[in-house]
């Protein structure tokens, strides 16, 4: 026997002999010790949820972040709350009311603003317009200005109907303004009253063509949430509270929608996604888990002892993580699955193994004594092995899993004590008593033997798969593009993928930094020739073109208008709306009895059909009059709004760069005299191959550029780097270790070659699923990788066993407690396949693929190899 084996039974004899005198004491005191460690997690443990801090910072991509967040703190982190409406008005008002909502909450909120809307931009907004639509706006005005002015005079429906009826009847001049988009408008809004909608008239469409500073019916409002990382929910109270603001404005106005997403947003709803059905899904994966150790084990007695360990290691794994760590992240925070996934395959080899003995005739300690005899070793090697390849992170830039590698690692001894000791203790104290063997009908002899029988065919297969395998793997992609993994029907994923279709609104934006002005523009005009670049803003982007002729344009529109707008209040004008309609339905009939020349008779046609309807309608309504006011409201009530922000933009001055205020200034310079150049994206980002291009070619101008795309493509490349040189130096090292304790090839290359073999087809397969690695799947691995080594090593040692000589492996208890330890390890993940998130599912289906291929490879492919029953 080599040395370190003697030295180790030496140990376990004089442990064993301690636990079998003191069954009671020992589990006593580790009960204790449970007692404190779990007094110690609940006061001790803490959470970091601030998944910036899962990657080293040393790393270029975050030292650029760190550099950006410090220059321009307030979009850093943000809420975008989308807020769209079916007219550019409402879109407005309903975006700056939640504005106001937002910054009234200061204890939730660091920061809100519109980027599109601010005092400035209203007043310079027709600056900023092309010369030649400029021209082409005023033009359309001063046309106008007729009806413009009798509105202002008569702000009611019949002044409405009046002006109009006057136009239509005008035979002996060309009217400067076409009526047929206004009485287009009119019919529409009939229309949607007739249908029981309420739907406002865009008075700033008709006129203004979208030229006052509101160019779409979608606004963004801009949100800093506070945020508490030591919690599960960093942005939980601030997302309530804007949710709460988003309900408050679209309870206003039915036609206001409100959604929210961003970064802070989307990470927040994932955690809901994940935690929702958490406790449902958590104790149906604890039924199946005790169905499957109630099969496995045909013992409540075991099954209850195998629960028992393994809530005692969980909570011994957690003080440790409170005492050497003192946090959790969100990644380390699965140390708990991959412990039970893990640590339950200790448990069951004992109990297995304990059953075995009892049910062989052996007394009760003897049963034990062999019991660890047989597993002690095989468990000890597992224990090394895997907490090699959880340890093997450590020193990787993914901070995350390298706090997750330390606590795991340590799990892995944790467990192995828990199960070598307790699990005989209790034992001691309350035996199985006469246990029968195990006779399985579900494995037939000709099962069984199988890997014996047909051992050529099998390690041709095998060879074949591997190589194929191998060929299928060079199309293995990682997917870095964290929205891929969250649910695609949640508000925030299903409104950030609009968004990134826009060329002006992307949050994939990119940002970089200079040191002046005049380099901000230098860079700003070498990335507008990029042809994944829309646009490269700096601030002088906000310095408005030909101000001097556009000014003169405006002066004279002024002239024109200035004193009409100052008439529209926002009351509507008392008059009876039912006879203006009256009136209004006589004139178009005389209308389109003489055949106007001003509108079109289809045009006039319908309008007439609409207005004799609603008036019937109306009479018919229980609230008559209501129904009048409410019809004249949604005609005219946005009026007064597009004619105070025509008036403001018609007050433009002339202004330079230095005149800029400090709440726009402050977006663009920071506080150290940073200039900052916002690149913004010509093809929809949803669209990966467009999001590379984006990234590779902004880089290639300046490698210092940052964003959420290329935080999210270097984070991948470190993530990926990280988990090959974690796994490669693991892997070297239990090969050496495997040929230290074994101190045989063959017998290593039985343990690896299964592994390997099971790893190249998980691959394969996954490519052929088109299911990714990502950011959340690829946490599995290590699971993966132990549960690989285990089952090898188990049924390595017991195959050349002098306990195996007359027993077939396939039926032994070894060979049954890979099985149920890998059945096991399903049942408790089993429910990730099917859940909304979409990580948390690819990481079901990749443990289904790749525990099913370890337990084949292990159980098929490691006996026809090994060339007989015994090695």
Known sequence: MPKQSYSFSNALLWCEHQVLRFPWTLLLLVLLLCGISLDYTIKHLGMNTNTSDMLSVDLPFQQNRIRIDKAFPQDAGTIILVVDAETPEETSQAANKLADLLSKEKQHFDSVYIPTENDFFRQQALLYLDENDLNELAKKLTDAQPFIGHLAQNYHLDGLFSIVSQALNTRDQTLPMDLNPLLVAISDSLQHELD???????WQNLLAANKLNTETNRSLVIAKPKMHFDELLPADVAQTAARAAAKTIMSGNKSVRVRITGETALEHEELESVSKGAAWSGLASLILVCLALWTGLRSVKLMLATLLVLIMGLILTAGFAALVVGHL?????????????????????????????????????????????????????????????????IPTDYAGVSELGIISGAGMFIGLLVSLTILPAIFCIFPVRNPKPIKSALTPPFIVSFPFRFATPIKIISIVLGLVSCLVLTELTFDSNPINLRD????????????????????????????????ANKLAANMQQLSSVHEAITLSSFVAENQEEKLIILDDLNLVLGNQLKHFGDTLGTTDVKAALVKFNNELNKAIAEKSPNASPAVLQQLQQHVAAFIVYADKSANPLGSYQELEEHILGLLPFTMERLRTSLTATEFTINDIPSYIRSQWVSNDGLYRVVITPEKDQNKQENLKEFVAQTQSVDNTVSGLPVADQAGGTAVVNAFIEAFGGAFIVIVLLLLVIFRNIKKTLLVIFPLL?????????????????????????????????????????????ALCENDNLLETSTARGV?????????????????????????GVLLAIGISFTLICSLIVLPAFSGDKRV
Do not use: W
């Open 819 to 843: 099985v149920f330890c890998s059945i096991t390890t399903l049942c408790s993940f089993s429910s990730l396949a099917f859940t909304t998130h979409q990580g948390t599912s690819s990481m």
């Open 757 to 801: 073999l099971a790893a190249v087809l998980t691959g394969a397969a996954n490519v052929l699923l088109n299911n990714p690695f990502n950011f959340a799947n690829i946490i599995a691995l290590p699971l993966l990788l132990g549960m690989g080594v285990d089952s090898g090593i188990h049924i390595m040692q017991r195959h050349h066993s």
């Open 196 to 202: 029981g909608q309420a739907h406002y008239l865009s």
């Open 329 to 393: 992240n969100i990644i380390s925070i699965a140390f708990a699955s991959l412990y039970i996934g893990l640590g339950v395959d200790y448990a069951i080899h004992v109990c297995l193994h304990y059953r075995e003995n009892k049910s062989n005739g052996l007394n009760n300690i003897s049963a034990i004594r062999l019991c660890l005899k047989e597993v002690s070793l095989s468990l000890l090697l597992c224990t090394l092995t895997t907490a090699i390849g959880f340890l093997a992170f």
């Open 488 to 519: 695609p029907n949640s508000e925030s994923v299903s409104t950030i993928k609009e968004l990134l279709k826009s060329k002006t609104e992307s949050p994939f934006a990119l940002t970089v930094l200079t040191n002046n002005l005049d380099d």
